[in-house]
């Protein structure tokens, strides 16, 4: 019996590592910071990050939609093609991790636990959890408006033309009539106040309209 307890014990464990996924599935990943500690210190960092995402995702492939880097977490909206998540945040945030603790002579964990999956699940959510990605920093009070923000995707969606591209930003676009940046800077902003209102909330997804 005790041997039967123990058994069980540990497949309800290992079916918690497992974590189900989809293929072709989109996600808005979420981490933080090990006690909510700063990921980014400096400029530098956040250059870091973004250089090894894009290193990963040539590795590993997935579409990224939308990201925002914030100074102690971080958001990821992304779409999987053959492999789940799992496989290529762990590289990531090990990489980072790596990085950052060279870097500031530290020992420990970087990340707070493991990262967060929430499974999109419509064409709205989809478009909503975008909105509140590049919202983040105007609900933190770091800027007025999120062109502003120097790592968020946002800025990439709006001005391309100065960016080596990482994201992926037909997709989201294609919902909105021509001129397309300019009718998702509206959707955008169109609900910048309510998002700033959810500030104490973050980093989580906000609910489905």
Known sequence: MVFLLNKMKGAMRMS????AWIPGGIYH????????????KEEEDFQRYLETLKSVKRK????????CLMPNHIHLLVEVIDQPPSNFM??????YAIYFNKKYDLIGHVFQGRFHAHYITSIQYFL???RYI??????????IIPEEYQWSSYHEYMFPEMHKRIIEPN???????????????????????????L???LPGPIPEE
């Open 16 to 19: 918690r590592l497992l974590r």
């Open 29 to 40: 990943i979420t981490a933080r910071g090990n006690r909510k500690q700063a990921l980014f």
């Open 60 to 67: 590993h492939p997935f579409i990224l939609h939308a990201y």
């Open 90 to 95: 762990k590289i990531l945030h090990m990489k």
């Open 128 to 130: 909503h959890v975008s």
């Open 134 to 143: 590049h919202l983040n920093p105007c609900a933190a009070n770091i800027c």
């Open 171 to 197: 997709k989201l676009l294609s919902y909105f009539f021509e001129p397309r940046r300019l009718h998702y800077h509206e959707y955008v902003n169109d609900r910048k106040t309510e998002v700033t209102a």
């Open 199 to 201: 500030a104490p909330v």
